[in-house]
């Protein structure tokens, strides 16, 4: 069983190892060259969390790609989904983190070239940039300057934040129109969804087309539920040389419930995963000294990472890594010629897995878990407790 023996630290590097060579898809799309050619093709798409400074395109499928830097391209856009515009843009250098904040209520100006992601395009168009230290929309009217929408947070003690909301004033001074006048703009928050909210609402009150760019539509969560087969092994040692037991291997079958949340970059390769899987080991040996009778019962509630490799929109493999937590355990060591143990408490365990999702609706995984310690009050005894398992579980349609 010595095979089963791999520390978390490099599961978790063969994960995002693997990660680093995963192909994702090219999607048809163009860009406007910096003398306003229009090339039409294929980019990259990486569902960028942070906007980006370069991209990958190809002008067909069995092109090779290039990196297109952001002084060769003055927009690019994934039909339909994605647009990103170069503009040469004042970029708040302050944070929003509290721990780091100032106690300037001006924003941290400096001028920089950047790639705006579109969020809606109109008459009043509204564009976002998230860099490594907050997050900051613009805007623009009929064509003209594109002028940051100012928000920033500061201290006017050392216990009290207030925040500069030049934004509002700004939204009410530009967006005048009769259907607008009744919006509180002293109440809306400086996030996404109350800012496209009060642009739509500017736009039908001008009778004005626009477009609204909302990125791949993509399924951000998952339900499954399904059987599931354990191959269970245990060793028991403890302070002497005869409480030693061996109980060999023991197969179990049980059910389990997993949530799967996906993470929102990167077009759903990575996603969060919570479960609930009832466990069981039990058996009784005879050795040289007598009988030994062992007991285990849990409520794993596993906790892991994932990384999906797509292999069409609904079909993808996928390594993951996670821990074992436990809840309504029960342990419990027997030996017919000493004093046994019995516990409530196991010790978290780690696992990784495989698996392929196919047409959305089945997972078949094959999971290991490498260790576990069961006792973890009754220190005297030590488990060497391994597990491997094979699942096949439904998605539910929502």
């Not at 003055?74 to 515009?85: C, H, P, R, T």
């Not at 259907?179 to 800012?195: G, M, P, V």
């Not at 078949?364 to 398992?389: C, D, G, K, N, W």
Request: with cysteine; net charge negative.
């Amino acid at each position: 069983m010595q095979s089963f023996r791999c520390p978390l630290a490099l599961v978790i590097l063969f994960i995002f190892s693997v990660s680093a060579f995963a192909q994702i898809e090219f999607e048809e799309a163009y860009y406007i060259t910096q003398d306003g050619v229009k090339k039409q093709g294929l980019i990259k798409n990486l569902g960028w969390k942070k906007n980006p400074s370069s991209f990958q395109y190809k002008s067909s499928e069995n092109d090779v790609p290039k990196v297109v830097d952001i002084t060769e391209a003055s927009l690019f856009e994934i039909i339909g989904q994605l647009k990103y515009v170069r503009a040469e843009v004042p970029v708040d250098q302050s944070t929003d983190s509290r721990t780091q904040l100032g106690v300037s209520m001006v924003p941290e100006f400096e001028t920089d070239t950047v790639f705006l992601k579109v969020v809606l395009e109109g008459v009043a168009s509204l564009f976002e940039l998230e860099t490594e230290v907050n997050k900051r929309f613009y805007f623009q009217i009929n064509n003209g300057e594109i002028v940051p929408l100012e928000y920033k947070k500061f201290f006017i003690s050392s216990t009290e934040i207030r925040t500069n909301k030049t934004y509002q004033q700004q939204l009410a001074n530009q967006l005048l129109c009769a259907n607008t006048e009744a919006i509180d703009f002293e109440k809306i928050e400086y996030k996404k969804r109350a800012l496209i909210a009060v642009f739509k609402s500017y736009h039908t009150c001008m009778n004005s087309d626009y477009i609204e760019y909302k990125g791949k539509k993509t399924k951000r969560l998952n339900i499954s539920i399904g059987p599931r087969v354990y191959i269970s092994t245990l060793e028991v040692t403890g302070s002497r040389e005869r409480d030693f037991a061996d109980f060999g291997s023991v197969t179990h079958f049980t059910f389990d419930i997993e949530v799967e949340a996906f993470l929102p970059f990167n077009n759903n390769q990575w996603s969060i995963l919570f479960g609930v899987t009832p466990q069981r080991f039990s058996n009784t040996i005879t050795n040289e000294f007598g009988t030994v009778s062992f007991d285990h019962s849990s409520i794993n509630v596993p906790v892991g990472l994932r990384f999906n490799k797509y292999l069409n929109p609904q079909s993808r493999w996928y390594l993951q890594s996670g821990l074992i937590l436990t809840m309504f355990g029960e342990t419990d060591i027997q030996y017919d010629y000493r004093n046994g143990a019995n516990d409530t408490v196991s010790k978290p365990g780690f696992s990784f897995a495989t698996g392929y999702i196919f047409k959305d609706m089945i997972n078949v995984q094959l999971e290991i878990e490498p260790r576990r310690q069961l006792f973890a009050l009754a220190t005297t005894f030590e488990t060497m407790y391994r597990t491997a398992s094979l699942s096949v579980s439904y998605q539910l349609p929502f």
